[in-house]
């Protein structure tokens, strides 16, 4: 009877240990690189999440909507809303694409036209890589839509309240006077 182990046995036993760590290691190393794969998606969801969450809270919190510039593809656009990240109370808020690095910029201000020199403006990258930013508008109704780099395509339609409440008293204003009866 024996009682120890020959050397192919023991070089068998080696191969297949082997061949089962390479299968271990092939499968950790897919694990690892679909989870970053993961990560990456979530983070750019995330980020498109908080994009849009941004801009819904600046429009539909707006009271004005007017555009400097609207030339190509990036829209330059600025606003008054009561949608602070800086505690400004009822801020200018400029929307622009940076033409150096394609980043939209958020630009903050107490008052219509940023003031450089006493620098009384506080400003957010939103995004880089922005290929397209473009603002549109009909009767107080807003379509915001922005293409970015590895990034899904961005759409936002919404109608300000502050906006269409106005132009809602202005439109009930003229019917009330064209209803006016005079009496008999």
Excluded: C
């Excluded at 080696?14 to 061949?19: P, Y």
């Excluded at 950790?28 to 801009?55: G, P, Y």
């Amino acid at each position: 009877m024996r009682k120890a182990f020959t050397l192919i046995e023991l070089m068998i036993s080696i191969i297949l240990l082997s061949l089962i760590m390479s299968f271990l290691y092939q499968s950790v190393a897919q694990l690892q690189q679909s989870n970053q794969q993961f990560l990456k998606k979530t983070n750019s969801m995330q980020k498109r999440e908080d994009i849009l969450k941004l801009l819904y809270n600046d429009f539909i919190n707006a009271s004005s909507v007017q555009w400097y510039d609207r030339t190509g593809d990036k829209d330059t656009i600025v606003m008054q809303s009561s949608n602070s990240l800086h505690d400004m109370t009822q801020p200018y808020l400029v929307y622009r694409i940076y033409k150096d690095e394609n980043t939209l910029r958020r630009v903050e201000s107490p008052v219509e036209k940023v003031d450089l020199v006493n620098k009384v403006f506080r400003f957010d990258d939103i995004v880089t890589e922005v290929k397209m930013f473009k603002v549109y508008e009909n009767k107080g109704h807003y379509l915001v839509y922005m293409n970015v780099e590895g990034m899904d395509d961005i759409y936002l339609d919404l109608v300000p309240p502050s906006l269409s409440s106005a132009k809602l008293s202005t439109t009930q204003d003229n019917t009330n006077e064209n209803n006016v009866t005079s009496p008999n």
